[in-house]
């Protein structure tokens, strides 16, 4: 299984991002499908998740300004990020986390965010 993410970059407060990615090896329909960011000398914290049921979850920081979707058709997932903070400066992970087996779970190889004048 592998999960490549893409889209990120450089970035003025205020402005937006679309960063997504694309599962290989395994059906996305199985995975409930989150993001997870690790800020520069922080520890890597969730941000929003998108289940398989349809539900989705987001840190109280984000939420409002960005939206997780999916395409299981495409085994593909999307972050839009809007109104962009500098607080929001990390590297994004991908994860896919099986709904029941929660052991069963692949990450990304991250995807880094920075917002800054």
């Known amino acids: 299984v592998q999960i490549v993410e893409s889209g990120g970059g450089w970035v003025q407060p205020g402005g937006h991002l679309r960063v997504s990615c694309i599962i290989s090896?395994?059906?996305?329909?199985?995975?409930?499908m989150a993001w997870y960011r690790q800020a520069p000398g922080g520890q890597r914290e969730f941000v929003a998740m998108?289940?398989?049921?349809?539900?989705?979850d987001y840190k109280d920081s984000v939420r409002g300004r960005f939206t997780i979707s999916r395409n299981n058709a495409e085994n593909s997932m999307f972050r839009q990020m809007n109104d962009l903070k500098p607080e929001d400066t990390a590297v994004y992970y991908c994860?896919?986390?099986?709904?029941?087996?929660?052991?069963?779970?692949?990450w990304g190889q991250g995807t880094r965010v920075t917002v800054s004048l």
């Open positions: 994860n896919a986390q099986h709904p029941v087996f929660a052991t069963t779970q692949y």
């Open positions: 090896g395994e059906n996305m329909d199985r995975f409930n």
């Open positions: 998108s289940r398989n049921r349809g539900t989705s």
